[in-house]
């Protein structure tokens, strides 16, 4: 990997973190996306130690926030006009109803639209690499997710879990319409692929939660595995080429597996890609690619 440029968000601290621990061990340069300047900076002090690789970096960004975002795009373009890898991982659970700055329900806007959005921002980066790989970090919860397109921020009747589900369900939709998207282009050196991480003992559950459904996340994540054993297939798809050219696939436990009856409904995908342009004020996905052909 020595030579690839890598971007991980949430990179301080659980998946994230291991996901980027592991990029640097192989000599990557790297730059993790979180919220706290902080926790970043002990992060990147900890990645960089533990490796002994100095080209590990990171950006300041809150995924909920669409103009946070951009900002956070054009600081990544300053660093790397061309991308390599782009892990979108970061992820938030919510107990409560709660509406971003662009009214929009707060886990589909951290958990779907910053996956839409960034990768769009840096598709023109990506598009540079002759392997270019997005990996997006889903989970089996999308099985019992719905698209409520009557009701998306899920107003009338909001709970965490439906909402989560949707928003998991949502990246799965969009890995296999981005997929669709780039070959009608004759796009193939750009792979997008969804992973299921499995039960991770992480603190997703724990920070914007009500004391019972934090009570009852501290008791499910006891029977999860390691966030390192989490990071593996993210780190497979991410360095590995046994997987070269593979795009539009569901990962666990690193090998492809079916996921579910929904997320291959490509009306409904479609329809909820236009809704998401919508959100994001965009007119052509593809805007930030490069005329010029790839490298």
């Not at 719905?146 to 990246?171: P, R, V």
């Not at 989490?230 to 492809?256: H, M, P, R």
Request: hydrophobic share 40%; proline share 1%.
């Amino acid at each position: 990997m020595k030579g690839k440029n890598c971007i991980v968000t949430g990179g301080n601290s659980g998946i994230g973190f291991e996901t980027a621990l592991a990029l640097a061990n192989l000599n990557a340069n790297v730059l993790i996306l979180c919220r706290s300047e902080e926790k970043a900076e002990k992060a990147v002090k900890s990645i960089r130690a533990k490796t002994q690789n100095k080209n590990i970096d990171f950006v300041i960004v809150d995924l909920s926030s669409q103009s946070s975002i951009r900002v956070a795009a054009k600081k990544i373009l300053q660093s790397f006009d061309k991308i390599d890898i782009l892990v979108n991982n970061a992820g938030t659970w919510l107990s409560k109803l709660e509406l971003t700055e662009e009214g929009v329900e707060g886990q589909f806007a951290v958990n779907h639209l910053a996956y839409f959005l960034l990768t769009h921002e840096l598709l023109g980066a990506l598009n540079k690499s002759e392997d270019a790989r997005v990996i997006c970090v889903g989970s089996d919860s999308h099985f019992k997710g719905k698209i409520h397109f009557e009701d998306l921020t899920l107003g009338k009747k909001y709970h965490g879990l439906k909402a989560y589900a949707q928003s998991k369900l949502a990246n799965t939709m969009f890995v296999y319409e981005l997929d669709r998207l780039l070959k009608a282009k004759n796009i193939n050196h750009i792979s997008i692929n969804c992973v299921q991480p499995g039960l991770v003992k992480t603190d997703i559950g724990l920070k914007h939660t009500i004391s019972l459904h934090s009570l009852a996340w501290k008791i499910r994540r006891l029977g999860g595995v390691s966030p390192a054993k989490g990071a593996e297939t993210s780190i497979f798809l991410a360095t590995s080429n046994e997987v070269k050219g593979q795009s539009g696939k569901y990962w666990d436990k690193c090998k492809s597996k079916p996921s579910s009856k929904r997320s291959y409904n490509t009306e409904d995908a479609a329809k909820i890609w236009q809704i998401c342009m919508d959100f994001c004020s965009l007119d052509d996905y593809f805007s930030t690619l490069e005329k010029a052909d790839h490298l």
